[in-house]
């Protein structure tokens, strides 16, 4: 099986993407029984599963196929700044009907989404457990599973044990899904977009840019205020593209090598710490949607921003942490 995959991991990735293609039409499909903007949402679902199943095919099968994906996303923007992306009307439940079944499938029912993260993790980590499926150049090659499989079959796994543990007929899955799927709404794209954005970024030298403006207000040799600029950059940039990782590379290479590293700093630690620091954006932000959005809308909070003004009061605290931190160890 894993030869197969290793084999085949094109193929495979694609299969996981049609699956998330498929889940985005059918929520579309449910968005023509929307009172509000029932043709925009249908648009809207329907044109992001096209793009997550067909989208290799497009970019290989047409002259500009990157044209046209581009073109279909600044579509997907305009429908959600005109409010043409609705969430549908669903039945609720009782609150009597809730505590029933509350009470009948009970702590169980966190089981499927502990599921998720473990079985992900065991997957990320089955390089590690040196199962050999090819040999390049003399060496064994050991196989491992992409990005994409790993939170693919995760989360098919996690669906089945949750359809197992709840006993839920398939039309409630299916309503449920669109339920959550619209209450996200395109939150659900940030996290794609802004990890692009981050490469763009980096390719198209943003850090070095950013570089001389700091450059032009703290010297060279001035180790806490390069600290100070480096730490509070990640938090600024990560809240401003929403994904500590992708304000990394740019930060780093445009604050931290020249600020920091070039003083004497770790690379190691000065790096590590760079990297939690910029978690502390991530804490302060409404760009990191999967974080601080998505469960609110799945909570249905009655403030989209609940989750960020808890999170606040400790993340601002972590930032003064990492700067100190940083001084104190980070120059060893």
């Known amino acids: 099986m894993f030869k197969f995959i290793y084999a085949n991991s094109a193929?495979?990735?694609e299969v996981i993407y049609i699956l998330c293609g498929i889940v985005c039409i059918m929520t579309g499909i449910?968005?023509?029984k929307n009172k509000k903007a029932p043709i925009g949402t249908f648009v809207f679902w329907t044109l992001l599963g096209i793009l997550f199943g067909a989208g290799k095919f497009i970019i290989d099968s047409f002259e500009h196929g990157g044209a046209i994906i581009g073109g279909c996303l600044m579509l997907l923007g305009a429908l959600t700044l005109t409010k043409q992306v609705q969430i549908g009307e669903f039945d609720s439940q009782s609150e009597e009907q809730k505590i029933a079944y509350g009470k009948k499938v009970g702590n169980k029912i966190f089981i499927p989404a502990l599921a998720i993260g473990i079985i992900a993790m065991i997957m990320a980590q089955f390089k590690s457990f040196k199962v050999a499926v090819d040999v390049k150049d003399g060496a064994d090659v050991f196989f491992g599973f992409t990005s994409a499989q790993t939170l693919g079959i995760s989360s098919v796994l996690a669906i089945i044990i949750a359809l197992i543990?709840?006993?839920a007929k398939y039309s409630e899955t299916k309503e449920d899904t669109a339920k959550m799927l619209m209450q996200i709404g395109s939150s659900s794209l940030l996290p794609q977009l802004l990890g692009a954005l981050g490469?763009?970024?980096a390719a198209a030298g943003v850090g070095e840019i950013i570089g001389s403006g700091v450059s032009a207000i703290v010297p060279p040799e001035a180790k806490v205020l390069g600290v100070i600029a480096y730490c509070v950059g990640m938090v600024v940039f990560t809240?401003?593209?929403g994904n500590a990782f992708a304000a990394f590379t740019v930060i780093t290479l445009g604050v931290g090598?020249?600020?920091v590293i070039?003083?004497?700093g770790n690379p190691a630690i000065i790096g590590a710490l760079g990297m939690t620091c910029g978690y502390c954006g991530t804490l302060l932000t409404p760009m990191a949607a999967n974080f601080n959005i998505v469960p609110g809308?799945?909570?249905e909070t009655k403030d989209k921003y609940t989750i960020i003004k808890a999170q606040a009061p400790v993340a601002i605290p972590l930032i003064v942490v990492h700067i100190i931190l940083m001084l104190l160890i980070g120059f060893r």
Do not use: E, S, Y
């Open 11 to 13: 193929m495979v990735d």
């Open 30 to 32: 449910r968005g023509l």
């Open 165 to 167: 543990i709840t006993k």
């Open 199 to 201: 490469t763009v970024f």
């Open 239 to 241: 809240m401003i593209m």
């Open 257 to 259: 090598v020249p600020f």
């Open 262 to 264: 070039a003083n004497g």
């Open 297 to 299: 809308a799945i909570l």
